[in-house]
Nanobody, 114 residues
Framework: QVQLVESGGGLVQPGGSLRLSCAAT????????MGWYRQAPGKQRELVAT???????NYADSVKGRFTISRDNAVNTVYLQMNSLKPEDTAIYYC????????WGQGTQVTVSS
């Protein structure tokens, strides 16, 4: 059984930083893309950033230059370094892994507020 274990969310002031982690555990093979999505109250889930097995990255325009996605293939873990956080970044952040199937994490709350 595959599980995605997320960590790193929390409350931060505007301009602050947080780092999210997501580890894929269980019988998962040949992970292709890994990524992060987010969903704010009353809004649809949206892509934040993705990274392929080869290291190619893609970012939403709203986070370019502030967020950095990375991965450690040895431990099937994806990270999201979030800097210069803004109140509009407040959302539940979900980890996504594409392998033989598509998997989602349970979500971690990120709140940016003074």
């Amino acid at each position: 059984q595959v599980q995605l274990v997320e960590s790193g969310g929390g409350l931060v002031q505007p301009g602050g930083s947080l780092r999210l982690s997501c580890a894929a555990t269980g019988s998962i093979f040949s992970i292709n893309a890994m990524g992060w999505y987010r969903q704010a109250p009353g809004k649809q889930r949206e892509l934040v950033a993705t990274i392929t097995s080869g290291g190619s990255t893609n970012y939403a325009d709203s986070v370019k230059g502030r967020f950095t996605i990375s991965r450690d293939n040895a431990v099937n873990t994806v990270y999201l370094q979030m800097n210069s956080l803004k109140p509009e970044d407040t959302a539940i952040y979900y980890c996504n892994v594409v392998a033989n199937w598509q998997y989602w994490g349970q979500g971690t709350q990120v709140t940016v507020s003074s």
